[in-house]
């Protein structure tokens, strides 16, 4: 079989990583002729596991739907907002993720909070791991409309299959009765097997009351708290300081 034949044959069988390695050594002559069978063709499984990882993290990005462009290695230390390169060092190795912790984000507007979410979720993705973005009003109006053509429980599977589920603003608006429902279910299927990140300006001593009802207050919250890692931003607005440098 010809070069030119293997090639064939290694992307019909959706081995492009493999077929770009080989078309790189046929490029390299004299490069790769003294290494034995067993090295040129580790070198191939090599750029072909690569490949495959490098797309598995673009479709994790994707279908995470992160409300902005973030990564860990560009959040802002200089700006004092009780922020520690250590806490970001320890959650960014992900195994939180892989013992079902959740993290809370709490902070005022312009402190940061939904860019160190999402740059977390960026890096749960560079690391295998599935994450979705939610502004939670947005999530609940999904939710409402799931139940309306017959897919709410499919959805809900959905979201209890997510790694890192985000939900950003949280508490921003008063909860109907349906949502707190929502919500208890979203938690409850993900209690104790996969993580949900809660950003939100209000502090966690004020989500009883945001919640507004009682019963689920303490059950919800429950489900949130008793793991949790959190995170208290102070200081003034960032995007406030960024205006007065430009």
Known sequence: MSTTQTLAR????????????????????????E??????????????????????????????????????????????RNLKK??????????????????????????????????????????????RYYRISRLLLELTQAKADGTYQKTLNQLAKVKLLILDDWGLEALKPAHRNDLMEIMDDRHGTHSTMIISQLPTDQWYAAIGDNTLADAILDRLMHNAHRWALKGESMRKRLQEID
């Open 10 to 33: 290694l992307k019909d069988l959706k081995l492009g990583g493999m077929a770009a390695a080989l078309e790189h050594q046929q490029n390299q002559p004299g490069t790769y002729d």
């Open 86 to 131: 250590a806490q970001v060092a320890q959650l960014a190795q992900t195994d939180w993720l892989e013992r079902g912790q959740n993290l809370l984000i709490t902070g005022p507007c312009g402190s940061g909070k939904t860019y160190l979410g999402c740059a977390l979720g960026h890096q749960a993705c560079l690391n295998g791991l599935s994450a």
């Open 35 to 80: 290494l034995p069978f067993a090295e040129r063709l580790e070198l191939l499984l090599d750029r072909e596991f690569q490949t495959r990882e490098h797309r598995k993290q673009d479709r994790l990005v994707r279908q995470a739907r992160l409300k902005l462009r973030a990564s860990i290695q560009d959040i802002d230390y200089q700006h004092p």
